[in-house]
């Protein structure tokens, strides 16, 4: 089937953005409730005290407040440590992170419509993200390619690799990208590779595949772990 030559949106800027904005709202919604029963009255209760204690040592976007006048590192790794963290980050940041990634996206799809097409074209499109953290980069790219192929009447295959630092991440990344259609019984197309890029040894021979094998490489979080001056 021949793929249109132009990636045209049908929405304004701002009716895009809203749609974006609504959808990524309901994904994550169902992907909170897979991480964590919220309709269980003692997950809430557990959820309310550690977001009373959380919000006196971490901001809203879940970072270590730098004004702390009591900086107890225990509490702090305790705090990171724990299952609500990871569901309090998806809830504060997902949402806001793909949809932003979508966006611009987009506006690359619509600057370089033969990448596109090439991808269109192979049907079989590899996507590793560095520091995936909640894989909100990955949800975002998937989704636009996929809402592209949807029109052009292709159905794209994926295969996902997020090299993160934190193997805590591992189950929380695989929970949320099986929530999206394509991979509810196929989470065997997700691998998660641990790999601190600190560190020499990080750079494993699967690591370098990953990224040499992959069309569309995300550093949205990678590149947030930097000191920006």
């Given at each position: 089937m021949e793929i249109a030559e132009e990636i045209t949106v049908p929405l304004t800027v701002k009716e895009w953005v809203n749609n974006d904005d609504k959808e990524f709202c309901l994904f994550y919604?169902?992907?909170?409730?897979?991480?964590l029963d919220i309709d269980n009255r003692t997950n809430v209760s557990y959820l309310h005290r550690y977001f009373k204690i959380f919000n006196e040592y971490y901001d809203f976007w879940c970072q270590v407040k730098s004004d702390?006048?009591?900086?107890?590192?225990?509490?702090?790794?305790?705090?990171?440590?724990?299952?609500?963290?990871?569901?309090?980050?998806?809830?504060?940041?997902?949402?806001?992170l793909s949809s932003a990634v979508a966006f611009h996206f987009r506006n690359i799809c619509k600057k370089s419509p033969t990448n596109i097409k090439r991808l269109m074209t192979k049907k079989l499109v590899k996507i590793c993200?560095?520091?995936?953290?909640?894989?909100?980069?990955?949800?975002?790219?998937?989704?636009v390619l996929e809402s592209i192929a949807l029109k052009n009447g292709i159905e794209l295959d994926f295969?996902?690799?997020?090299?993160?630092?934190?193997?805590?991440?591992?189950?929380?990344?695989?929970?949320i990208l099986s929530?999206?259609?394509?991979?509810?019984?196929?989470?065997w197309k997700i691998t998660f590779i641990h790999g601190n890029f600190s560190k020499k040894n990080a750079w494993t021979p699967e690591t370098f595949k990953a990224i040499q094998e992959a069309d569309i490489i995300t550093m949205i979080r990678f590149f947030s772990k930097f000191n920006h001056k």
């Open positions: 919604y169902e992907a909170l409730k897979r991480l702390l006048e009591d900086c107890d590192n225990t509490i702090i790794n305790l705090l990171y440590d724990s299952l609500y963290f990871r569901f309090s980050y998806v809830y504060r940041n997902a949402t806001i993200s560095l520091g995936g953290c909640s894989a909100s980069d990955i949800v975002a790219v998937v989704s295969r996902l690799t997020i090299i993160e630092s934190d193997e805590q991440w591992k189950i929380t990344c695989i929970t929530c999206l259609k394509q991979f509810h019984k196929a989470t």
